[in-house]
């Protein structure tokens, strides 16, 4: 069974700084491409950044420089650090494993940047 568990969601305030981590069971984690998604309330699903396992990293250009993202094989993790936070980055962030024609997805974690 594949599961994409996400955590450290949370409220901070803007200019602040979070980590997010997916940890992936029931996949060959290091042949997977990962990434991060967010949706806002009203507003489509969009990618946010992913690293193939390659460790080619492609970010939205809306989060370059200030969005990190990062993977550890050995600990199944997949980290999306980040910082100088704003209020447009509130949304629920999705980790998702990718092979082929197959894609996991987490089931998401808040993020909410707000004074």
């Known amino acids: 069974q594949v599961q994409l568990v996400e955590s450290g969601g949370g409220l901070v305030q803007p200019g602040g700084s979070l980590r997010l981590s997916c940890t992936a069971s029931g996949i060959s984690f290091s042949i997977y491409n990962m990434g991060w998604y967010r949706q806002a309330p009203g507003k489509q699903r969009e990618l946010v950044a992913t690293?193939?396992?390659?460790?080619?990293?492609v970010y939205v250009n809306s989060v370059k420089g200030r969005f990190t993202i990062s993977r550890d094989n050995p600990k199944n993790t997949v980290d999306l650090q980040m910082n100088s936070l704003k209020p447009e980055d509130t949304a629920v962030y999705s980790c998702?494993?990718?092979?082929?024609?197959?894609?996991?997805w987490g089931q998401g974690t808040q993020v909410t940047v707000s004074l």
């Open positions: 690293i193939s396992r390659g460790f080619t990293t």
């Open positions: 998702t494993a990718n092979y082929g024609s197959m894609t996991y």
